[in-house]
């Protein structure tokens, strides 16, 4: 029940009530609605940088597609060559003429290649316009112009622990379970809030007098008179205080159960960088390898064309180090995109992606990898 500082009879009565518990409420409410929208926006940040790894990883698959195809048809000139050299050394009676048939299926067998090599080249282009979406119905017909190449050098990066730090502070994924939790949290004050008591304060103003307006039953109030004035407080327990517990248990739970969620995609977002930065450091070392034994191959078949010349090996020799330093550059070419690729994880992995391409601004576009 109300208690009355002083209670009079009024006609204009001007009363000011402050619903602490409906006031608190509706903060909460657009507190809410702003974590709504950040939630949505991380999410479209989300997919955005999933979407750019995933066209970078379709780009670097069709150059590799591209620089197969270019190592197999330099392959196919070595071996058209290596049969010109084959018949003239039949020609001249230096050899016998078994060489030929093997230099000859060394050309067949380098003609298939060129073929599997031109319709690999031809499906990985059609996946990255497929991805890039062009406007153009005919967009199987375009062969997309390659800008970039693999960076060969090793370039100075974070530690593992400044990635693990850009993750945890950059990952939208990880920003939106934040969010989640906050609303969660914001649930419970809500539901504390509607366990507590209503007070409600009052004030009345006015004069004394019979008529439709205060004006007209007081026509010199704006000249002299006194004013009564009540004011007051009114005090109402929460209804429904056994739901209202049971709401706040839940709220409770709820942002109890969210927390722990939190904490696991914490430590599987580390998992992620950890594996994407072993990857890259694996990678780095494959590409080193990889450039070596290219190298020794070439240097293989230097020495096979030489003891061919003076009659010391067969064209079977050299065909079989041709095949094995095409194998090789191939080889060289994978790791090469394979450690690119690898770096495009890590980035995606800490979330710096989209940042460290210019698409996003950031204050972490200052981190170097």
Partial sequence: MPVFLKC???????????????????????????LELSWSEYELKAFILNLVASIENQYWEYYL????????????????????????????????????AAAEAEVAL?????????????????????????????????????????????????????????????RPELQQARLMWSRDELEVVASRNGLLPQLDFFLTLGKTGYSTSFSASNPKAGDKGDYDVTAGFAYEMARGRRAARAELSRAKANALMRHEALNNLEQ????DVIKAYIEVERTMQQLSATAATSQKQLEKLRVEEVKFNVGKTTAFQVAQAQRDLTAARIAEARAAVGYTTSVVELLRADGSLLERNGILSGKNQQHKN
């Fill in 8 to 34: 009079t009879s009024t006609k204009l009565t001007k009363i000011v009530r402050k619903y602490s518990s409906i006031i608190k409420w509706r903060i909460t409410a657009l507190r809410q609605a702003e």
């Fill in 65 to 100: 597609s591209l620089k197969q195809l270019e190592i197999v048809r330099e392959s196919l000139e070595l071996a058209r060559q290596q049969r010109e050299e084959t018949n003239k050394r039949i020609e001249a009676g230096s050899i016998a003429e078994s060489e030929e």
């Fill in 110 to 170: 380098r003609i298939e290649d060129l073929i599997n090599a031109e319709s690999a080249a031809v499906e990985k282009a059609i996946s990255l316009l497929r991805s890039l979406n062009p406007d153009n119905a005919d967009f199987w017909q375009i062969r997309p112009e390659l800008t970039d190449a693999p960076v060969l050098s090793r370039p100075e990066r974070l530690a593992l622990e400044e990635h693990i730090a850009v993750a945890l502070e950059m």
């Fill in 268 to 271: 599987l977002i580390k998992e």
